[in-house]
């Protein structure tokens, strides 16, 4: 029989999406469920998969939107009677929905994906940022029409066309465009619209309010400019390449975080409305 569970994972985080996996690694019976039995958890409480039933569903789909939220894995063991079990270290027990008895035993794991940094350029800066993200721990790509196929150090992606820029742009994106008045505009064009939380320009402020100025005239919206952070980075009173690099990836990191607390924030919010 055809088991989707991998190549559904795969598109998930191929799309940057984060979502847990659930399986199951021992079972008494009469649970339904087997050890083997696996499913996939969306951060909007889907469940794909199987993992025993309507009695365990429930359980595993709260566990695992806390995996995703603490970013930690659980194995879980499930019974009509948690109290009556006997404790083991590194087991947490919880109760099933209902009582058709058996136990479950079901490993739940978060799947984070990595955030995505997109350098345009390949010039210094662009190189460094490369260097620094891939240290990060970045899914690197980068664009660099005029040095088409370059090996570029810290790449973990090369785009030899600015029209391949949308395609791999998500909400876990962080664009930088480093091209130091090549193709800004060009670039920009593809990146404001797009879900990427941030956009940066490497330029100075005269140069960059002539991009604002062009982007206008033609036809983008005055929100998607307003995204625009230019001169990208922290003021660190950078000089060099790979200071300006490294105040760009300080800005990100601080967006990244801002991000990461108003998400908290409206999760916290959502589930005292809830109860």
């Not at 021992?26 to 309507?54: C, H, M, N, Y």
């Not at 010039?123 to 993200?133: C, D, I, Y």
């Not at 391949?164 to 909400?171: E, F, K």
Request: glycine share 8%; charged share 25%; proline share 5%.
């Amino acid at each position: 029989m055809y088991d989707d569970f991998f190549e559904q994972a795969h598109t998930l985080i191929k799309s940057g999406v984060a979502f847990a996996t659930a399986t199951v690694v021992r079972a008494e019976a009469p649970s339904s469920g087997k050890p083997g039995d696996r499913a996939i958890v969306t951060a909007d409480g889907q469940l794909f998969g199987w993992i025993g039933g309507s009695c365990a569903q429930p359980t595993v789909v709260r566990e695992a939107l806390a995996a995703l939220r603490d970013g930690e894995g659980r194995l879980l063991r499930l019974s009509p009677d948690p109290s009556a079990q006997a404790p083991r270290p590194g087991l947490r027990d919880v109760a099933m929905t209902c009582y058709s008895g058996g136990t479950l035993e079901i490993f739940v794991e978060p799947q984070l994906p990595r955030p995505r940094l997109l350098v345009v350029g390949g010039l210094p800066v662009a190189r460094a940022l490369a260097s620094l993200g891939r240290a990060m721990s970045y899914h690197v790509v980068v664009a660099d029409p005029d040095h088409a196929g370059a090996a570029l150090d810290g790449a973990d992606e090369l785009l030899t066309s600015l029209d391949d820029l949308t395609a791999r742009v998500n909400a876990l994106t962080y664009a930088v465009v480093a091209t130091h008045g090549h193709y800004d505009e060009l670039a920009l064009e593809r990146l404001l619209p797009s879900a990427a939380p941030y956009v940066g320009l490497v330029a100075s402020r005269a140069r960059a309010d002539a991009v604002r100025r062009t982007l206008a005239d033609q036809g983008l919206a005055a929100a998607q400019i307003a995204r625009l952070r230019s001169p990208a980075g922290l003021d660190i009173l950078a000089r060099r390449g790979d200071e300006i690099a490294l105040s760009i990836m300080a800005e990100i990191v601080r967006v990244r975080e801002e991000l990461a607390r108003k998400k908290a924030h409206e999760a916290a919010a959502a589930a005292l409305f809830k109860n």
